[in-house]
T-cell receptor, first 113, second 114 residues
Framework: AQSVTQLGSHVSVSEGALVLLRCNYS??????LFWYVQYPNQGLQLLLK??????LVKGINGFEAEFKKSETSFHLTKPSAHMSDAAEYFC???????????FGSGTRLQVQP | DAGVIQSPRHEVTEMGQEVTLRCKPI?????LFWYRQTMMRGLELLIY????????DSGMPEDRFSAKMPNASFSTLKIQPSEPRDSAVYFC????????????FGPGTRLTVL
């Protein structure tokens, strides 16, 4: 079964620093990949998605992710962290032929002033 | 559009009681998903419907859980009888079209079973 692995359950950065959240997928066929963000006591919101159109995907709030087939990775980055980026981030895969998402375990991002 | 609507937002009940969670998807969406979020297991799919038909219910924990989608604008998730281990946040999401499309999530129902 296709799955995603998020390295690091907690990441802490200073305001203005680079944000890097890691996600690796397991699939012999490139799947559809997503990053969602969850703010406290809220539902999930899509940040960006990879659907094979382009390997570098830009999303909302200045986030982007690069699909690297050779590394089976889809890491999320943002050049400069803002306090409002503090949230939990989930990488997810939509397995071939199945519309439901399989989520990673999530990474909680803290942004220090 | 109001987005995905879930009710209630919070539910506290006693073990053994029946619990019904409700979801109204975004108008025009043809897929509906129920997910459960816990600290131990993270986010996991319970069931999803396509055009009101259950497609994959392999995530439904056991016979105590049941889900229905009588029409395109309404779905329920029922737990009977409820147990403390069912305590979690239950999310409903909807989408239009294929696997590559965004799922829109509701705000969730926080269920506490005492």
């Amino acid at each position: 079964a296709q799955s995603v692995t998020q390295l690091g359950s907690h990441v802490s950065v200073s305001e203005g620093a680079l944000v890097l959240l890691r996600c690796n997928y397991s699939s012999s066929v490139p799947p559809y990949l997503f990053w969602y963000v969850q703010y406290p006591n809220q539902g999930l919101q899509l940040l960006l998605k990879y659907t094979s159109a382009a390997t570098l995907v830009k999303g909302i709030n200045g986030f982007e992710a690069e699909f690297k087939k050779s590394e089976t990775s889809f890491h999320l980055t943002k050049p400069s962290a803002h306090m409002s980026d503090a949230a939990e981030y989930f990488c997810a895969v939509s397995p071939t032929g199945r519309r439901a998402l399989t989520f990673g375990s999530g990474t909680r991002l803290q942004v220090q002033p | 559009d109001a987005g995905v609507i879930q009710s209630p937002r919070h539910e506290v009940t006693e073990m053994g009681q029946e619990v019904t969670l409700r979801c109204k998807p975004i108008s025009g969406h043809n897929s509906l998903f129920w997910y459960r979020q816990t600290m131990m297991r993270g986010l996991e799919l319970l069931i999803y419907f396509n055009n009101n038909v259950p497609i994959d219910d392999s995530g439904m924990p056991e016979d105590r859980f049941s889900a229905k989608m009588p029409n395109a604008s309404f779905s329920t998730l029922k737990i009977q009888p409820s147990e403390p281990r069912d305590s979690a946040v239950y999310f409903c999401a909807s989408s239009l079209g294929g696997s590559e499309n965004e799922q829109f999530f509701g705000p969730g129902t926080r269920l506490t079973v005492l």
